[in-house]
């Protein structure tokens, strides 16, 4: 037993050591991203072939099944380990900036993007963007009842049929915010309570509503783009409708990317964040399995793919979005998920 | 020299030392749980409250179906052996494995149409839970059996047979049991997961409403801490209970091992009772997660995410479970056959680990950012990791240890003050040989668990050191489905090997 | 004048509220083999505690030869500078050691060199009878044969008084008279004082001269043997008498 012991004892001190030790020096750059891993991480790769600067992305899960990134980063702030937010909406970068967890940083890659679609103070930056799009099971929806507008939740030919994500997480809590920036409290509101009325489900995610639309459990959801042609790709079922064409619009959810306040690599962040602003970022997102719709005119996406040009889009003030969805996350959403029953 | 007599007797280096241990554990959560102003009754009340009964219901449903299940399951593990049977012990472990709400998608995969919400959700949650809380309890059950001696058992089979024999062990090993039962209930108290998945509103989802919806740490704190009274309410029974009656002494002339017994007809009870459970707790859910698994090419697709993550998953299960061990069977050896001692540790230490493995996580993230950059090395590596989730899971190894400790006689320490033998020498020589096997699968229980903890991994590992379970929930949102079926697969795999041959190595150990 | 050997002075020890001993005063002198004796849960073993130090008096003193070696709530003196070897009820053998290691360990309270605790150790187990089993483990031997470890590990330490708590129980007669013979010889031969729990008429004759008999944790009658037994107060020694 002895031998057996020392070794035991002498490979623990060694692992011991190997967990303390710091990581020798090189040029990396520390990303935290809550994009999702399997589109965030060909671009990381890439980067790191074209610059030398070691990557270390440090991914999100959805929100639901973990207290996540942001918190991290929040705690984090006095010395934070991280160099770059890549955030998958502009709220959650939002919400850091109101923390004091971000500093401005305007990259000159910025160039080309829309104004409107990034932080007027300079803290994010928009690019890469999905959409709310409306999903519906093409064995349970013929092509004449599809939907075409947000409000077809609430229609009694989907009653007790419909589902959405949680809306005090993710891109749906963005969703309920831009609704009540862009409706006003009143028609917000009775939007969500009479999906309610109508009998509509609330789910944890919204791969949850990718996944049960497509099951046929559900026959119409509200989801992300990237949720949706994943769907397609795994040849699921389903139909993808882009709402409010005719109406308010569809909201877009484009990517931001933020520096943070304090952080380790400053050179290396500001490399980073100057290569995902690049034209050929958004090309790149946009061929992908996410199929992200390039803010920047002009940038080529792959033939059967939809264009912003090709989108009504919902007219959102992105900067304001954090403070309205602070507002309503501890008052009407919370109130309304206690009576939807999640 | 202090001689090794001071283990047997009274003395206030036990609670000072009691004292100490649990404030080192609950350290990291410090900094959150400062934050909170005052508790108030009224947190109580309203949503929280009623989630909060949904928790407590879900909790005692879950205790009742592992003890239940997992306790006989266990007796006759311990007392049979046939050809297989620490495989399918392995197989039965694996559950503990995974975070569950990989089995809760698993089980909702398997519905037609996947109709989860035509499930009861209370019964939903139960089922996944019970999954993992039944093997917990099984092999804390085979364990505590198999501390009792050859002629013990030899006595109860002239006595009365193979029934009497049954009911021995199943005597012996109702208190340890029961604790696992606990302990399981009280891990599911801190898991929103589950409840998510089936629309239950539960105490856990809105504490991580608190954290991830609305950043309010102050809130999520309160909750935390008023979750932890509500779970030291319910564990305060179960230390009064359980506590005195831990373990009995073995008397140290019986030092002749229990050996399972090759007996055909209880052979077959127990090997049914196995493929049951393996087939109602594993193969079940599995089949549901891994059935989009098409195609080698997912597999092939899987290979770097395995190979960028496995050492690091490896390093996390082990760290853990030795920083958990090495703290637990401490805080056994301080406690001692005190039994009050016993009492007030169990009850603290099972509402303690109704925590939400957040609170400590995050907490120690405040104390890395606030402390200088030469403590990186302790509170920014992965050693933290290692750090925060064996203290998350000191609960079970203590329990371990008072179980492993308690089953040591009285005597070895007496006699040794007697001869001199030095302190150090005698835990060298005497108990730590006799502890080694308990604390060796202490430690692969306590990696299985904490290995299916993302939680803390992801608030706390180094970036680019994530596990495997934390990258199948990072790319689970919208990878392919049979991506994720694949890591899933893979991941349960290498365990399964892992957990068979710690069984093997343990079994020979045993004798 | 003080004694030669233990005193107990009217100690008082309490298990969980109840008293195991209660104001016992008693004597165990030097070179006169003693027996304990009385019913089951008198105390006995509480006092072999007591008197090695292994349990500390809530009450009263104990001392040896003359100099006070507990008081209430301490000891003075530690167990293993007492010249004290005991074979517990249930052995004590620690189960992952060798026979050999068993009584190796056991001299750790000794100032012998490696070397010679080795010869020691060996020249125990001979003198027991079983150094051919030296290398086994406790689970790899008899009954028998493991109380021989015990007492190899109490006697290689040459103590002055050897504590015997119901050594020979579970033994076959043969075994059992054996032994008997040993630890008389053993003691002839390397002058330790015996003090013996036993319910054992037989083994009390046979070995010793002097008894102190217990009820409920307070002495009934101590003293020569053959007087007591001439007429016998207790209850137990009474039976005692019927049975020789």
Known sequence: MRPALAVIVLVALALLGWLAVTRPPVAEVVVYSSVDDIFARPIADAFERATGIVVRLVPDTEETKSTGLLNRLIAERNRPLADVFWSGDPVRAGILKNKGVLQPYRSPQAQGLPVGYSDPDGYWTGFSARARVLIYNRDLVTESTAPDSIRDLLDERFRNRACMANPLFGTTSMHAAALFSVLGKQRASEFLDGFLANGGTVLSSNSEVRRRVATGEFALGITDTDDAHVALLEGQPIGVVYPDAAGMGTLIVPNAVALIRKDPNPDAARQFIDYLLRPETEAALAAGEAAQIPLRPGVSVPDNQVTLAQITVMPVDYGALADVLERISAGFLREWVDRSGQ | MITALPLEQPGRWRTVGLMLIVLVAMSPAVPLLSQVPGMTPEILTGTFGSALINSLKIATMVALVGLFVGWPAGVLAACYEFCGRRVLLAAASLPLLVPSILWAIGWSALLPGGRTMEIPPLAGCVVVFATAAVPLVLIVTYLAARGLSGSQIDAARLAGGERCVVQLVSRHAVVPASIAAGLGAVMTLSDPGPAQIFGLRSGAAEILISFSALYDFSLAARQCLALTAVALVVATPLALFGGPRIARGMLARQVHSMHPLREPAMAGVTSVVLVVIILVGVILPLSGLIRPLADGQALMRAWPVVRRTAGDTVLYASGAGAFAIALGFLLALIIGRQERLRVVALGVILAVFALPPAMMALGFVYLGADAPAWADPVLRSRLSVCLVSGFRFLPVAAMIGMWSLGSASSSWAMVAGLHGVPMGTYLRRVLWPFLLPSALLGWMLIGLLATADIGTVLLLHPPGAGSLPLAIFTVMANAPESLVAALCMIYLAFAALLVAGIWTVAGRQRG | ?244
Request: aromatic share 4%; proline share 5%.
């Open chain 3, 1 to 244: 004048m003080s004694v030669r050997g233990f005193e107990l002075c009217s100690v008082t020890v309490n298990y969980s509220g109840h008293p195991a001993l209660d104001g016992l005063s008693a004597v165990v002198c030097a070179g006169r083999h003693t027996a304990i004796l009385g019913p089951s849960g008198c105390g006995k073993t509480t006092v072999l505690r007591v008197l090695s130090g292994l349990a500390v008096p809530g009450a009263g003193q104990v001392r040896l030869n003359g100099k006070v070696v507990s008081r209430p709530g301490r000891s003075i003196l530690a167990p293993y500078r007492r010249g004290v070897a005991m074979v517990f009820q249930d052995l004590a053998l620690w189960p992952g050691l060798s026979a050999l290691d068993n009584v190796l360990l056991g001299l750790s309270g000794t100032d012998l060199r490696r070397g010679k605790a080795r010869e020691r150790a060996r020249e125990a187990l001979t003198v027991c009878g079983i150094n051919h089993l030296a290398d086994r483990v406790p689970a790899e031997i008899s009954g028998g044969q493991q109380q021989r470890v015990a007492l190899a590990r109490a006697m290689a330490v040459r103590p002055s008084y050897l504590f015997l708590d119901e050594p020979f129980a579970g033994l076959d007669l043969m075994t059992r008279a054996g032994l008997l013979g040993d630890i008389a010889a053993l003691a002839d031969r390397h002058a330790f004082t015996i003090v013996l729990v036993t319910h054992d008429p037989a083994e009390v004759m046979s070995l010793c001269s002097d008894a102190i008999v217990l009820e409920a944790g307070t002495l009934c009658e101590f003293g020569q043997l053959d007087r007591l037994l001439a007429d016998p107060v207790s209850a137990t020694l009474r039976a005692f008498r019927q049975r020789i």
